[in-house]
Protein backbone atom coordinates (compact mmCIF):
# COMPACT_ATOMS: atom_id res chain seq x y z
CA UNK A 1 0.00 0.00 0.00
CA UNK A 2 2.07 3.17 -1.10
CA UNK A 3 2.46 6.28 0.66
CA UNK A 4 0.28 8.90 -1.33
CA UNK A 5 2.71 11.72 -1.35
CA UNK A 6 6.02 11.66 -3.84
CA UNK A 7 6.85 14.72 -1.69
CA UNK A 8 8.73 13.85 1.24
CA UNK A 9 8.11 15.46 4.79
CA UNK A 10 10.07 13.36 6.92
CA UNK A 11 9.21 15.63 9.80
CA UNK A 12 6.15 13.95 11.12
CA UNK A 13 4.50 17.27 12.16
CA UNK A 14 1.31 18.72 10.10
CA UNK A 15 2.67 22.16 7.95
CA UNK A 16 6.58 21.61 9.00
CA UNK A 17 9.11 22.47 6.55
CA UNK A 18 11.18 19.94 4.99
CA UNK A 19 14.39 19.90 6.40
CA UNK A 20 15.15 17.26 9.52
CA UNK A 21 17.62 17.47 12.05
CA UNK A 22 20.39 18.86 9.40
CA UNK A 23 20.61 15.59 7.95
CA UNK A 24 19.45 16.84 4.04
CA UNK A 25 17.80 18.89 2.43
CA UNK A 26 14.83 16.82 1.06
CA UNK A 27 13.75 18.31 -2.74
CA UNK A 28 9.89 17.84 -3.74
CA UNK A 29 8.62 16.93 -7.00
CA UNK A 30 7.07 19.66 -8.94
CA UNK A 31 3.61 19.04 -8.76
CA UNK A 32 1.82 22.29 -10.67
CA UNK A 33 1.86 22.40 -14.20
CA UNK A 34 0.97 25.23 -16.86
CA UNK A 35 -1.47 23.61 -19.51
CA UNK A 36 -1.16 23.96 -23.75
CA UNK A 37 -2.78 26.97 -24.75
CA UNK A 38 -1.94 29.24 -21.66
CA UNK A 39 -1.16 33.07 -22.43
CA UNK A 40 -0.04 35.88 -19.53
CA UNK A 41 -3.63 36.56 -19.06
CA UNK A 42 -5.70 33.33 -19.43
CA UNK A 43 -3.76 30.48 -18.23
CA UNK A 44 -4.70 27.08 -16.85
CA UNK A 45 -2.82 25.27 -14.41
CA UNK A 46 -2.71 21.35 -13.53
CA UNK A 47 -2.29 20.69 -9.76
CA UNK A 48 -1.13 17.30 -9.11
CA UNK A 49 -2.36 15.22 -6.28
CA UNK A 50 -4.60 18.08 -5.26
CA UNK A 51 -8.36 17.80 -5.23
CA UNK A 52 -11.55 19.41 -4.31
CA UNK A 53 -9.68 20.51 -0.63
CA UNK A 54 -7.82 22.86 -2.41
CA UNK A 55 -9.40 23.26 -5.48
CA UNK A 56 -12.33 24.85 -4.25
CA UNK A 57 -10.52 26.74 -1.46
CA UNK A 58 -8.15 28.91 -3.79
CA UNK A 59 -10.67 29.14 -6.52
CA UNK A 60 -12.87 31.15 -3.87
CA UNK A 61 -9.25 33.18 -3.19
CA UNK A 62 -9.10 34.15 -6.86
CA UNK A 63 -12.52 34.77 -7.19
CA UNK A 64 -12.30 37.66 -4.53
CA UNK A 65 -9.99 39.39 -6.37
CA UNK A 66 -11.47 42.42 -8.46
CA UNK A 67 -9.21 41.42 -11.54
CA UNK A 68 -10.29 38.05 -12.16
CA UNK A 69 -12.65 38.31 -15.33
CA UNK A 70 -12.73 33.65 -14.75
CA UNK A 71 -11.67 31.64 -12.11
CA UNK A 72 -12.60 27.66 -11.98
CA UNK A 73 -11.11 24.38 -11.17
CA UNK A 74 -12.18 21.19 -12.55
CA UNK A 75 -10.74 17.43 -11.73
CA UNK A 76 -10.73 15.38 -15.02
CA UNK A 77 -11.15 12.38 -14.09
CA UNK A 78 -11.78 11.05 -10.73
CA UNK A 79 -9.28 7.81 -11.29
CA UNK A 80 -6.04 10.26 -11.93
CA UNK A 81 -5.25 12.63 -8.97
CA UNK A 82 -5.49 15.52 -10.99
CA UNK A 83 -7.03 19.10 -10.51
CA UNK A 84 -6.96 21.70 -12.98
CA UNK A 85 -7.45 25.43 -12.24
CA UNK A 86 -8.39 28.17 -15.05
CA UNK A 87 -7.88 31.53 -14.05
CA UNK A 88 -8.50 34.48 -17.08
CA UNK A 89 -8.09 37.94 -16.22
CA UNK A 90 -9.15 42.03 -17.42
CA UNK A 91 -6.76 44.02 -19.22
CA UNK A 92 -3.24 42.67 -18.61
CA UNK A 93 -2.89 41.60 -15.46
CA UNK A 94 -0.96 38.54 -15.32
CA UNK A 95 -2.24 34.98 -14.46
CA UNK A 96 0.45 34.41 -12.35
CA UNK A 97 0.44 37.34 -10.08
CA UNK A 98 -3.01 36.36 -9.66
CA UNK A 99 -2.48 32.74 -8.62
CA UNK A 100 0.64 34.10 -6.13
CA UNK A 101 -1.96 36.53 -4.74
CA UNK A 102 -4.36 33.90 -4.06
CA UNK A 103 -2.39 31.61 -2.46
CA UNK A 104 -0.95 34.41 -0.16
CA UNK A 105 -4.37 35.08 0.89
CA UNK A 106 -5.55 31.43 1.94
CA UNK A 107 -2.07 31.74 3.70
CA UNK A 108 -3.21 34.91 5.79
CA UNK A 109 -6.68 33.37 6.02
CA UNK A 110 -5.15 30.36 7.63
CA UNK A 111 -3.25 32.25 10.26
CA UNK A 112 -6.41 34.53 11.00
CA UNK A 113 -8.29 31.62 11.83
CA UNK A 114 -5.47 29.99 13.31
CA UNK A 115 -5.07 32.61 15.90
CA UNK A 116 -8.76 33.18 16.68
CA UNK A 117 -9.44 29.01 17.27
CA UNK A 118 -6.24 29.70 19.66
CA UNK A 119 -7.55 32.45 21.59
CA UNK A 120 -11.73 30.61 21.66
CA UNK A 121 -10.18 27.50 23.03
CA UNK A 122 -8.40 28.56 25.26
CA UNK A 123 -11.15 31.05 26.56
CA UNK A 124 -13.52 28.25 27.04
CA UNK A 125 -11.03 26.46 28.76
CA UNK A 126 -10.59 28.64 31.56
CA UNK A 127 -13.99 29.42 31.81
CA UNK A 128 -14.74 25.21 31.69
CA UNK A 129 -12.09 23.54 33.71
CA UNK A 130 -13.78 20.86 34.81
CA UNK A 131 -14.38 19.62 30.72
CA UNK A 132 -10.41 19.93 30.28
CA UNK A 133 -10.39 17.58 32.99
CA UNK A 134 -10.32 14.16 31.47
CA UNK A 135 -6.46 15.48 29.83
CA UNK B 1 -36.13 39.79 -7.05
CA UNK B 2 -33.49 37.02 -6.82
CA UNK B 3 -30.27 38.39 -5.34
CA UNK B 4 -28.07 38.11 -9.21
CA UNK B 5 -31.02 40.57 -10.49
CA UNK B 6 -29.37 43.96 -12.46
CA UNK B 7 -30.24 46.53 -9.32
CA UNK B 8 -32.49 49.84 -10.26
CA UNK B 9 -30.92 53.13 -10.05
CA UNK B 10 -32.70 53.75 -6.15
CA UNK B 11 -31.31 50.48 -5.10
CA UNK B 12 -27.73 51.35 -6.23
CA UNK B 13 -28.07 54.89 -4.26
CA UNK B 14 -29.25 53.55 -1.40
CA UNK B 15 -26.31 50.77 -1.41
CA UNK B 16 -23.86 53.47 -1.71
CA UNK B 17 -25.82 55.11 1.40
CA UNK B 18 -24.99 51.52 3.25
CA UNK B 19 -27.41 48.54 3.66
CA UNK B 20 -29.71 47.91 6.41
CA UNK B 21 -28.86 45.14 8.94
CA UNK B 22 -31.99 43.50 7.87
CA UNK B 23 -30.78 43.17 4.50
CA UNK B 24 -27.33 42.23 5.25
CA UNK B 25 -28.79 39.63 7.10
CA UNK B 26 -31.18 38.75 4.36
CA UNK B 27 -28.12 37.96 2.67
CA UNK B 28 -26.70 35.52 4.29
CA UNK B 29 -29.50 32.93 4.99
CA UNK B 30 -30.27 29.88 2.66
CA UNK B 31 -34.07 29.55 1.82
CA UNK B 32 -35.32 26.34 2.82
CA UNK B 33 -38.85 25.94 1.44
CA UNK B 34 -41.04 23.30 1.84
CA UNK B 35 -39.88 21.18 -1.29
CA UNK B 36 -36.71 23.50 -2.12
CA UNK B 37 -33.60 25.22 -0.79
CA UNK B 38 -32.98 28.51 -2.58
CA UNK B 39 -30.35 30.97 -2.47
CA UNK B 40 -27.66 28.64 -1.61
CA UNK B 41 -24.57 29.76 -3.52
CA UNK B 42 -22.53 32.81 -1.45
CA UNK B 43 -22.94 35.81 -3.73
CA UNK B 44 -20.26 37.65 -1.86
CA UNK B 45 -17.87 37.82 -5.03
CA UNK B 46 -16.42 41.41 -6.34
CA UNK B 47 -18.77 43.16 -8.96
CA UNK B 48 -21.98 40.96 -7.64
CA UNK B 49 -23.83 43.41 -6.43
CA UNK B 50 -22.55 46.44 -8.86
CA UNK B 51 -19.79 49.08 -7.99
CA UNK B 52 -21.89 49.96 -4.91
CA UNK B 53 -20.46 47.37 -2.74
CA UNK B 54 -16.69 46.09 -2.08
CA UNK B 55 -16.46 42.57 -2.00
CA UNK B 56 -13.15 41.84 -2.79
CA UNK B 57 -10.62 40.11 -0.65
CA UNK B 58 -9.92 42.12 2.53
CA UNK B 59 -7.79 40.44 4.94
CA UNK B 60 -8.41 43.30 7.89
CA UNK B 61 -12.30 43.09 6.99
CA UNK B 62 -12.24 39.45 7.51
CA UNK B 63 -10.38 39.32 10.58
CA UNK B 64 -13.29 41.80 12.26
CA UNK B 65 -15.99 39.44 10.86
CA UNK B 66 -14.63 36.21 11.73
CA UNK B 67 -15.85 35.08 14.92
CA UNK B 68 -15.32 31.29 16.27
CA UNK B 69 -17.41 29.91 19.58
CA UNK B 70 -16.19 27.66 21.58
CA UNK B 71 -19.33 25.09 22.66
CA UNK B 72 -17.93 22.28 23.81
CA UNK B 73 -14.25 20.75 24.54
CA UNK B 74 -13.80 17.63 25.90
CA UNK B 75 -10.66 15.36 25.15
CA UNK B 76 -12.07 13.65 22.06
CA UNK B 77 -15.07 15.81 21.54
CA UNK B 78 -14.81 19.19 20.22
CA UNK B 79 -17.92 21.85 19.42
CA UNK B 80 -17.25 24.87 17.55
CA UNK B 81 -18.67 27.29 15.46
CA UNK B 82 -17.09 29.25 12.60
CA UNK B 83 -18.68 32.55 11.57
CA UNK B 84 -17.78 34.58 9.03
CA UNK B 85 -16.22 31.79 6.49
CA UNK B 86 -16.68 30.78 3.33
CA UNK B 87 -18.38 26.92 2.94
CA UNK B 88 -15.17 26.30 0.79
CA UNK B 89 -12.85 26.78 3.02
CA UNK B 90 -14.83 25.45 5.92
CA UNK B 91 -15.45 22.00 4.08
CA UNK B 92 -11.30 22.23 3.07
CA UNK B 93 -10.66 22.36 6.58
CA UNK B 94 -13.17 19.08 7.37
CA UNK B 95 -11.58 17.40 4.33
CA UNK B 96 -8.25 17.67 5.48
CA UNK B 97 -9.68 16.35 9.15
CA UNK B 98 -10.36 13.31 7.27
CA UNK B 99 -8.20 12.61 4.95
CA UNK B 100 -4.82 14.56 5.21
CA UNK B 101 -4.08 14.09 8.84
CA UNK B 102 -0.97 12.01 9.69
CA UNK B 103 -1.53 9.31 12.19
CA UNK B 104 -0.40 5.46 13.20
CA UNK B 105 -1.72 2.45 12.63
CA UNK B 106 -0.73 -1.03 12.32
CA UNK B 107 -0.05 -1.93 8.31
CA UNK B 108 1.92 -4.94 8.27
CA UNK B 109 1.34 -8.16 10.27
CA UNK B 110 3.80 -11.04 10.24
CA UNK B 111 2.24 -13.76 11.24
CA UNK B 112 4.06 -16.52 12.65
CA UNK B 113 1.73 -18.84 14.08
CA UNK B 114 -2.22 -18.57 13.73
CA UNK B 115 -4.09 -21.53 14.45
CA UNK B 116 -6.97 -19.93 15.53
CA UNK B 117 -10.43 -19.50 13.16
CA UNK B 118 -9.75 -16.27 12.22
CA UNK B 119 -8.22 -16.35 9.21
CA UNK B 120 -4.63 -14.53 8.15
CA UNK B 121 -5.94 -11.60 6.40
CA UNK B 122 -8.69 -10.84 8.11
CA UNK B 123 -7.11 -11.20 11.46
CA UNK B 124 -4.53 -8.36 10.16
CA UNK B 125 -7.82 -6.12 8.81
CA UNK B 126 -8.73 -6.38 12.38
CA UNK B 127 -5.08 -5.26 13.58
CA UNK B 128 -5.20 -2.42 11.39
CA UNK B 129 -8.48 -0.63 12.59
CA UNK B 130 -7.00 -0.70 16.40
CA UNK B 131 -7.24 2.81 17.13
CA UNK B 132 -3.35 3.40 18.93
CA UNK B 133 -2.49 6.29 20.80
CA UNK B 134 0.81 7.30 22.67
CA UNK B 135 2.75 10.19 23.51
CA UNK B 136 2.06 13.07 21.12
CA UNK B 137 5.20 14.57 20.92
CA UNK B 138 6.83 11.24 19.77
CA UNK B 139 4.13 10.73 17.00
CA UNK B 140 4.52 14.25 15.64
CA UNK B 141 8.55 13.31 15.02
CA UNK B 142 7.58 9.92 13.41
CA UNK B 143 9.03 9.99 9.74
CA UNK B 144 7.27 8.47 6.88
CA UNK B 145 7.32 4.89 5.62
CA UNK B 146 7.01 4.28 2.08
CA UNK B 147 7.41 0.64 1.64
CA UNK B 148 9.28 -0.24 -1.91
CA UNK B 149 6.26 -1.99 -4.59
CA UNK B 150 7.28 -6.00 -4.95
CA UNK B 151 10.02 -6.38 -7.92
CA UNK B 152 7.12 -7.49 -10.03
CA UNK B 153 5.27 -4.41 -9.75
CA UNK B 154 6.57 -2.55 -13.14
CA UNK B 155 3.96 0.30 -12.78
CA UNK B 156 4.90 1.13 -9.05
CA UNK B 157 8.81 1.12 -9.45
CA UNK B 158 8.88 3.30 -12.47
CA UNK B 159 7.14 5.62 -10.38
CA UNK B 160 8.90 4.79 -7.06
CA UNK B 161 12.53 5.33 -8.27
CA UNK B 162 12.24 8.52 -8.98
CA UNK B 163 11.67 9.29 -5.57
CA UNK B 164 15.42 9.60 -4.36
CA UNK B 165 14.02 11.83 -1.56
CA UNK B 166 15.06 10.14 1.90
CA UNK B 167 16.69 6.65 1.21
CA UNK B 168 15.90 5.92 5.01
CA UNK B 169 12.03 6.03 4.04
CA UNK B 170 12.24 2.98 2.25
CA UNK B 171 13.83 0.53 5.60
CA UNK B 172 11.67 0.12 8.18
CA UNK B 173 13.74 2.04 11.56
CA UNK B 174 12.94 3.12 14.90
CA UNK B 175 12.17 6.00 13.64
CA UNK B 176 9.68 5.34 11.33
CA UNK B 177 8.43 1.96 12.53
CA UNK B 178 6.58 1.09 15.61
CA UNK B 179 6.46 -2.88 16.62
CA UNK B 180 3.95 -4.57 18.48
CA UNK B 181 3.25 -7.90 19.08
CA UNK B 182 0.76 -10.23 20.17
CA UNK B 183 1.21 -13.92 21.50
CA UNK B 184 -1.92 -15.52 23.23
CA UNK B 185 -2.86 -18.99 23.51
CA UNK B 186 -5.36 -20.58 24.41
CA UNK B 187 -5.89 -23.50 27.42
CA UNK B 188 -8.34 -25.39 29.60
CA UNK B 189 -8.40 -23.51 32.80
CA UNK B 190 -6.07 -25.84 35.42
CA UNK B 191 -6.43 -26.37 39.54
CA UNK B 192 -2.50 -25.61 39.73
CA UNK B 193 -2.44 -22.63 37.25
CA UNK B 194 -5.87 -20.91 37.52
CA UNK B 195 -7.74 -22.34 40.66
CA UNK B 196 -10.76 -24.30 38.65
CA UNK B 197 -10.69 -27.30 36.79
CA UNK B 198 -11.89 -26.16 32.98
CA UNK B 199 -12.54 -29.89 32.32
CA UNK B 200 -14.58 -30.80 35.30
CA UNK B 201 -16.56 -27.78 34.70
CA UNK B 202 -17.26 -28.52 31.68
CA UNK B 203 -18.51 -32.10 31.97
CA UNK B 204 -20.70 -30.65 34.99
CA UNK B 205 -22.14 -28.53 32.45
CA UNK B 206 -20.45 -24.84 32.29
CA UNK B 207 -21.08 -23.48 28.73
CA UNK B 208 -19.63 -19.99 29.46
CA UNK B 209 -15.92 -20.13 27.58
CA UNK B 210 -14.19 -17.80 29.62
CA UNK B 211 -14.53 -19.55 32.89
CA UNK B 212 -13.90 -23.12 31.17
CA UNK B 213 -10.59 -21.64 29.16
CA UNK B 214 -8.20 -19.57 29.56
CA UNK B 215 -7.12 -16.69 26.69
CA UNK B 216 -10.25 -17.85 25.02
CA UNK B 217 -10.83 -13.88 24.33
CA UNK B 218 -8.44 -12.43 22.93
CA UNK B 219 -8.28 -8.86 23.65
CA UNK B 220 -6.59 -5.40 22.80
CA UNK B 221 -5.38 -4.58 25.76
CA UNK B 222 -2.97 -7.87 25.20
CA UNK B 223 -1.28 -6.48 22.41
CA UNK B 224 2.66 -5.85 23.53
CA UNK B 225 4.19 -2.32 22.62
CA UNK B 226 8.45 -3.32 21.79
CA UNK B 227 9.85 -0.10 21.49
CA UNK B 228 12.97 -0.07 19.37
CA UNK B 229 16.10 2.10 19.93
CA UNK B 230 15.32 5.57 20.61
CA UNK B 231 11.80 4.71 20.82
CA UNK B 232 12.57 4.43 24.15
CA UNK B 233 12.84 7.92 25.03
CA UNK B 234 9.72 9.16 22.72
CA UNK B 235 7.58 6.41 24.08
CA UNK B 236 7.80 5.39 27.96
CA UNK B 237 5.89 5.60 30.88
CA UNK B 238 2.70 7.84 30.07
CA UNK B 239 3.75 7.86 26.41
CA UNK B 240 3.85 3.92 25.65
CA UNK B 241 2.18 3.28 22.34
CA UNK B 242 -0.88 1.33 23.40
CA UNK B 243 -4.88 0.84 21.41
CA UNK B 244 -7.17 3.70 22.72
CA UNK B 245 -9.82 0.96 23.70
CA UNK B 246 -8.27 -1.98 25.67
CA UNK B 247 -11.40 -4.12 25.28
CA UNK B 248 -11.60 -4.15 21.88
CA UNK B 249 -12.05 -8.18 21.37
CA UNK B 250 -9.23 -9.22 18.23
CA UNK B 251 -10.77 -12.80 17.74
CA UNK B 252 -11.69 -15.48 19.95
CA UNK B 253 -9.56 -19.23 20.38
CA UNK B 254 -10.09 -22.49 21.68
CA UNK B 255 -7.83 -24.41 23.94
CA UNK B 256 -4.55 -25.84 21.53
CA UNK B 257 -4.89 -22.56 19.12
CA UNK B 258 -2.21 -19.81 19.02
CA UNK B 259 -1.45 -16.21 17.47
CA UNK B 260 1.51 -15.09 17.20
CA UNK B 261 2.31 -12.22 15.55
CA UNK B 262 4.68 -9.27 14.99
CA UNK B 263 2.74 -5.97 13.78
CA UNK B 264 4.72 -2.98 12.37
CA UNK B 265 2.72 0.33 12.68
CA UNK B 266 3.34 3.06 9.96
CA UNK B 267 2.19 7.02 10.03
CA UNK B 268 -0.39 7.22 6.88
CA UNK B 269 -3.40 9.67 5.76
CA UNK B 270 -6.98 8.70 5.61
CA UNK B 271 -6.98 9.31 2.25
CA UNK B 272 -4.97 6.43 1.99
CA UNK B 273 -6.80 3.70 4.04
CA UNK B 274 -9.73 5.06 6.69
CA UNK B 275 -7.88 3.04 9.37
CA UNK B 276 -5.16 6.59 9.31
CA UNK B 277 -7.95 9.01 9.55
CA UNK B 278 -7.83 10.80 13.27
CA UNK B 279 -11.41 11.68 13.77
CA UNK B 280 -13.80 9.04 14.23
CA UNK B 281 -15.43 11.67 12.05
CA UNK B 282 -15.59 15.54 12.03
CA UNK B 283 -18.71 17.29 10.47
CA UNK B 284 -20.45 20.51 10.38
CA UNK B 285 -24.06 21.47 10.07
CA UNK B 286 -25.41 25.19 9.19
CA UNK B 287 -27.07 27.29 12.04
CA UNK B 288 -31.30 26.95 11.06
CA UNK B 289 -32.57 30.46 10.65
CA UNK B 290 -36.44 30.07 12.33
CA UNK B 291 -38.45 33.37 11.42
CA UNK B 292 -41.57 34.06 12.10
CA UNK B 293 -42.80 36.72 9.69
CA UNK B 294 -46.76 36.90 11.29
CA UNK B 295 -47.61 36.23 14.91
CA UNK B 296 -48.61 33.13 16.25
CA UNK B 297 -50.84 33.02 19.29
CA UNK B 298 -52.94 30.52 21.24
CA UNK B 299 -53.31 26.83 20.55
CA UNK B 300 -50.97 27.61 17.32
CA UNK B 301 -47.99 28.66 18.90
CA UNK B 302 -48.78 25.33 21.36
CA UNK B 303 -48.57 23.11 18.11
CA UNK B 304 -46.02 25.52 16.55
CA UNK B 305 -43.85 24.32 19.46
CA UNK B 306 -44.28 20.40 19.05
CA UNK B 307 -43.25 21.11 15.32
CA UNK B 308 -39.65 21.51 16.49
CA UNK B 309 -37.44 19.82 18.91
CA UNK B 310 -37.97 20.57 22.57
CA UNK B 311 -36.07 23.94 23.65
CA UNK B 312 -36.58 25.68 19.61
CA UNK B 313 -39.56 27.50 20.28
CA UNK B 314 -40.18 29.16 23.47
CA UNK B 315 -43.91 30.43 24.34
CA UNK B 316 -44.05 33.84 25.67
CA UNK B 317 -47.12 35.20 27.35
CA UNK B 318 -48.19 38.55 25.34
CA UNK B 319 -49.10 41.24 27.83
CA UNK B 320 -51.49 43.00 25.91
CA UNK B 321 -53.63 39.64 25.15
CA UNK B 322 -52.95 37.39 28.30
CA UNK B 323 -52.16 34.85 25.28
CA UNK B 324 -49.12 32.58 24.43
CA UNK B 325 -46.59 33.85 21.52
CA UNK B 326 -44.48 31.53 19.40
CA UNK B 327 -40.64 33.17 20.07
CA UNK B 328 -37.61 31.56 18.70
CA UNK B 329 -35.48 30.34 21.36
CA UNK B 330 -32.53 28.40 20.64
CA UNK B 331 -32.29 28.18 16.66
CA UNK B 332 -28.72 25.79 17.39
CA UNK B 333 -30.93 22.74 18.45
CA UNK B 334 -33.08 23.08 15.60
CA UNK B 335 -32.86 19.88 13.26
CA UNK B 336 -34.42 21.76 10.04
CA UNK B 337 -37.17 19.07 9.46
CA UNK B 338 -39.21 21.63 8.13
CA UNK B 339 -42.46 19.68 9.88
CA UNK B 340 -43.83 23.33 10.40
CA UNK B 341 -44.52 23.70 6.69
CA UNK B 342 -46.24 20.73 6.44
CA UNK B 343 -49.57 22.73 8.38
CA UNK B 344 -52.16 25.06 6.48
CA UNK B 345 -52.12 27.00 10.01
CA UNK B 346 -48.63 28.19 9.69
CA UNK B 347 -48.63 28.96 5.67
CA UNK B 348 -47.32 32.15 5.47
CA UNK B 349 -46.51 32.74 9.04
CA UNK B 350 -42.98 31.08 9.41
CA UNK B 351 -39.29 30.90 6.84
CA UNK B 352 -37.09 28.27 7.20
CA UNK B 353 -33.47 28.49 6.23
CA UNK B 354 -29.49 28.40 6.80
CA UNK B 355 -27.37 30.78 7.97
CA UNK B 356 -24.82 30.66 5.15
CA UNK B 357 -21.84 31.15 6.31
CA UNK B 358 -22.23 29.91 10.34
CA UNK B 359 -20.61 26.24 10.65
CA UNK B 360 -21.19 24.33 13.43
CA UNK B 361 -18.03 21.90 13.69
CA UNK B 362 -18.06 18.56 15.53
CA UNK B 363 -14.52 17.10 15.85
CA UNK B 364 -14.67 13.52 17.60
CA UNK B 365 -11.08 12.27 17.84
CA UNK B 366 -10.82 8.15 17.90
CA UNK B 367 -8.21 8.90 20.61
CA UNK B 368 -4.38 9.52 18.80
CA UNK B 369 -4.79 13.32 19.08
CA UNK B 370 -6.76 15.60 21.26
CA UNK B 371 -9.88 16.97 18.49
CA UNK B 372 -8.88 20.57 19.66
CA UNK B 373 -5.42 20.00 18.56
CA UNK B 374 -6.91 18.27 15.36
CA UNK B 375 -8.65 21.40 14.31
CA UNK B 376 -5.27 23.12 14.09
CA UNK B 377 -3.43 20.51 12.21
CA UNK B 378 -5.86 20.88 9.43
CA UNK B 379 -5.57 24.82 9.56
CA UNK B 380 -1.75 24.43 9.32
CA UNK B 381 -2.02 21.80 6.60
CA UNK B 382 -4.11 24.22 4.66
CA UNK B 383 -1.34 26.42 4.90
CA UNK B 384 1.45 24.31 3.82
CA UNK B 385 -0.29 23.42 1.33
CA UNK B 386 -0.77 26.72 -0.01
CA UNK B 387 3.30 27.46 0.88
CA UNK B 388 4.17 24.33 -1.12
CA UNK B 389 2.44 25.73 -4.11
CA UNK B 390 3.78 28.78 -3.72
CA UNK B 391 7.13 27.33 -3.93
CA UNK B 392 6.07 24.95 -7.11
CA UNK B 393 4.86 28.44 -8.46
CA UNK B 394 7.95 29.98 -8.46
CA UNK B 395 10.05 27.27 -10.02
CA UNK B 396 7.34 27.01 -12.57
CA UNK B 397 7.83 30.91 -13.49
CA UNK B 398 12.08 30.09 -13.05
CA UNK B 399 11.63 27.72 -15.43
CA UNK B 400 9.64 29.74 -18.28
Known amino acids: MAQDGDQEMPDASAGADATTNGVEFVREKQRLRLLPGSTDTAASFAFDHEDHTLGNALRYMIMKNPNVEFCGYSIPHPSEPVMNLRIQTWDDVSVFEVLRKGLNDLEDLCDVVEDKYTIARDEFNTAHPEQAAGR | ?400
Open chain 2, 1 to 400: MPSWAPLSADQVAEQRRGLSEEQLQHRRIVNINAETVTDVSATDIPGHYGPGQDDSWDLNRFAQQLRIDYHQNRPNDAAFSLIGLDASIANAFRRILLAEIPSLAIEDVFIFDNTSIIQDEVLAHRLGLIPLTGGTKGLKQLRWFKKPPPKDDFAALAVYDQDDLDPSASTPNDHNTVVITLDVECRWATVEQDGRDGKQLAVDGEIDPTVRYINSNVYAHQLVFEPQGEQVQWFSGEDVIRPVNPDILIAKLRPGQRISLRCHCIKGVGGDHAKFSPVATASYRLLPHIEITAPIVGSESRKFQRCFPRGVIALQKDPASGENKAVVADPMKDTVSRECLRHDEFKGKVKLGRVRDHFIFSVESTGQFASDELFLDSVRLLKAKAQKFKRHLSELEEGR
